[in-house]
């Protein structure tokens, strides 16, 4: 499902990065996840997605980003 720009993002969406985020950061299963603590964490569908918590998952994408190129998130 994309969101464009200027679009609101749903929950639902947002839910479905940040568990791929969660998943490759975190501890995944078998060989899968880096093992480090995540700071974003899902949004109770219904509810608006703040600011805060877009910050949050950005800052688990740059870690997962510096973790596989070296390079901070562009």
Not at 28 to 57: E, H, P, R
Request: charged share 15%; net charge negative.
């Amino acid at each position: 499902m994309a969101v464009n720009d200027g679009d609101n993002i749903t929950a639902a969406q947002y839910n479905g990065l940040q568990s791929r985020i969660d998943q490759v950061l975190g501890t995944g299963s078998g060989d899968f996840g880096y093992g480090n603590s995540v700071s974003s964490s899902q949004v109770t569908v219904g509810n608006t997605v703040s600011a805060t918590q877009m910050d949050n998952l950005r800052s688990d994408m740059g870690k997962c980003w510096t973790h596989q190129t070296g390079d901070n998130i562009p």
